[in-house]
C-alpha cells in the first residue's frame, strides 16, 4: 500500500489541470488523507501554461516533497516549463497525451 504519493499535472490555461488538483485533493480529504496542493500559472493571462502539485499522505505533509510519483502532461510542452517544480526521474509513471509528438529517446531523464 502507497502511504505518500506526489502527483505533478500540467497543460495549456483552460485544460482543468487546477480544477482536477483541487477535486483530487477535496476527495482525498474526505477520505482523511492529509495533503498539500501548490498551483502555478504562466505569464499569459488566457492561454498559458498552468501546473499544480499534489502530496497526499497517511501522515500530516509538511513539505511538497520531492520527485513525483505520477506526472500528468496534457501538453508536454507546458510541463516541461514547469520542470524545477514538477521533477521526474526514473521511476515517475508519466501520462501524457500522444498528440504531442514526446519521444523518450530524445528527452534527457534526471539521475
Avoid: H
Avoid at 497517511?58 to 505520477?70: E, F, K, Q
Amino acid at each position: 500500500m502507497i502511504d505518500d504519493l506526489t502527483i505533478g499535472m500540467a497543460g495549456s490555461g483552460g485544460d482543468g489541470i487546477v480544477s482536477a488538483g483541487e477535486s483530487l485533493m477535496t476527495a482525498l480529504a474526505l477520505e482523511g488523507y492529509y495533503g498539500m496542493l501548490t498551483k502555478s500559472f504562466g505569464p499569459q493571462i488566457r492561454g498559458g501554461e498552468s501546473s499544480c502539485r499534489l502530496r497526499a499522505s497517511t501522515r500530516p505533509v509538511l513539505n511538497p516533497g520531492g520527485r513525483l510519483d505520477l506526472a500528468v502532461a496534457l501538453n508536454w510542452d507546458d510541463f516541461l516549463k514547469f520542470g524545477a517544480e514538477l521533477p521526474i526521474a526514473g521511476r515517475t509513471t508519466v501520462i501524457y497525451d500522444s498528440n504531442t509528438k514526446w519521444r523518450r529517446r530524445r528527452f534527457r531523464w534526471p539521475a
